[in-house]
């Protein structure tokens, strides 16, 4: 029944990937973690506090013409650990899989210590290591500052 | 273990055998800090760049590398440098790189030192990054403990008294003892308290530790005395800085009542927190202390770079 209500929403995808199960709210912030903006040539769908049995309400977003590959898709679970996966092809769903929390996170999300070297005007990207899942807690590889909450926020 | 081109970053980065074998190259080395024609370090080059101001810790590391025979290189203040035409920390490292065959920095943004590590062939010893880490203070403070102390530091008392919040010597120093699992003192005003985070931290290492605000909970049992200095900045309330700073001073007469060989140690520069009458009691050691850096460096130095001693 939920399925139907959302493909009267928004029409199936023919190829690409589907973005499923992310926190209510989070759906532009996955766009911007996976570098997809205003100058993509993919179409993009965004859906939005779509109903859900098991979570209430959740975000939604669907990537035609492009296969999202683990490794690109995984720093997601950063903001919504329960998103999932799909590859689709020919309509057919011909991948599924969960987002899974990687050891490190390198060029996405800014310290919070503004006086971190990472925050400066040297060339070198910002880098936490995944120190805990859940809750998620990151600590910056240059200053050792510990990021544990509103992490959206402190997306580049 | 191996120390040869290793970075010193972090005293975190160490275990306590390895803090160990530091501290015991450092005795080694100690009958030379003074002179005696070392020649270790003969044909070396150490690049020393302090880009915030320093006297010690510069001054020290200067010291270790010549008793052990090398040269230094480096400058005292961004200012005389690229940094103040614009050149990033990135550049400096990667030129001075191919001039050193060691790197010793100090620079006002925590994590500076590590990021310099990544980029550099050649070893790179942290001499302090913003609030971060300065390891070889660390290391210094736990040799003069192991040094004037009747007791190994395990089964020591160590009182820190001052501003636990932002004191980056203290975090280290604290992070260090429980290695040890020496017992600790933590005297701080309310508001200048040890972070929450790094006092779990040491829970979880099953140190025994307590807090307070009063000097007088922790005189008598104390087997160190730990001082650091307190920053006017820190209180908006300039009436309410000096109460504190006045019932944090130390005189030969807060003095009465303490171990007979309890030690007094401060990181130095002091302001008020030591009256220079107590530098003449057989407690006073912060000058020693300061001394001490020159081993510790010593050690350092020669370690990173493969020399045996």
Do not use: W
């Not at chain 1, 995984?74 to 991948?95: G, H, K, M």
């Not at chain 1, 990151?138 to 926020?153: G, K, M, Q, W």
């Amino acid at each position: 029944m939920a399925s139907n209500e959302r493909e009267l929403r928004v029409k199936p995808i023919n190829n690409g990937t589907v973005i499923d199960h992310i926190e209510a709210g989070q759906a532009l912030n996955v766009l911007k973690i996976l570098g997809i903006g205003g100058h993509t040539r993919h179409v993009v769908s965004v859906l939005m506090n779509v109903p859900s049995v098991a979570m209430g309400a959740k975000d939604v977003v669907k990537v035609e013409d492009r296969e999202l590959e683990p490794e690109e898709v995984d720093t997601i679970a950063l903001i919504a650990p329960r998103a999932t996966i799909n590859i689709i092809r020919n309509y057919e769903v011909v991948e599924k899989f969960r987002v899974a929390m990687p050891g490190s996170v390198t060029g996405i999300i800014r310290c919070g210590n503004p006086n971190c070297i990472s925050n400066s005007h040297e060339p070198v990207s910002s880098r936490f290591v995944v120190e805990s899942t859940s809750p998620v807690l990151l600590r910056c590889s240059y200053c050792e500052f510990v990021l544990d909450e509103n992490i959206a926020d402190h997306l580049l | 273990m191996i120390f040869e081109r290793r970075h010193i970053i972090s005293t975190k980065d160490f275990s306590r055998e390895e803090i160990d074998l530091i501290l015991d190259r450092a005795e080694r080395l100690e009958p030379y800090a003074r002179g005696g024609g070392l020649d270790l370090l003969r044909g070396h080059v150490v690049a020393t760049l302090f880009f915030e101001p320093s006297t010690r810790t510069r001054l020290s590391f200067d010291t270790a590398v010549k008793r052990l025979g090398g040269t230094t290189i480096g400058f005292d203040s961004a200012e005389s440098t690229s940094t103040a035409k614009g050149e990033t920390l990135f550049d400096t490292i990667k030129v001075i790189e191919s001039y050193a065959d060691a790197i010793v920095i100090r620079h006002h943004r925590e994590g500076a030192a590590r990021m310099a590590s990544e980029i550099s062939s050649v070893p790179v010893i942290n001499a302090g990054d913003g609030a971060g880490h300065h390891p070889t203070q660390t290391l210094l403070d736990l040799y003069t403990m192991r040094k004037e102390c009747r007791r190994p530091i395990e089964d020591l008392n160590v009182a820190i008294v001052g501003d636990l919040k932002y004191g980056r010597t203290v975090h280290s120093l604290a992070y260090a003892l429980s290695l040890y699992r020496a017992r600790l003192s933590l005297v701080s005003p309310e508001q200048l308290r040890m972070p929450g985070s790094i006092i779990n931290y040491l829970r979880g290492k099953g140190v025994e530790l307590v807090e307070t605000p009063r000097i007088e909970d922790v005189l008598t049992e104390a087997d160190v005395l730990y001082m650091t200095r307190i920053q006017k900045e820190r209180f908006p309330d300039p009436s309410e800085y000096l109460k504190v700073a006045d019932s944090y001073r130390i005189t030969p007469n807060t003095l009465k009542g303490v171990k007979d060989d309890m030690i007094i140690m401060h990181p130095l520069p002091r302001v008020n927190e030591i009256d220079p009458m107590v530098d003449s009691t057989p407690h006073a050691r912060y000058f020693r202390q300061a001394f001490y850096g020159v081993p510790i460096r010593m050690a350092v130095l020669s370690l990173v770079l493969g020399k045996e001693a």
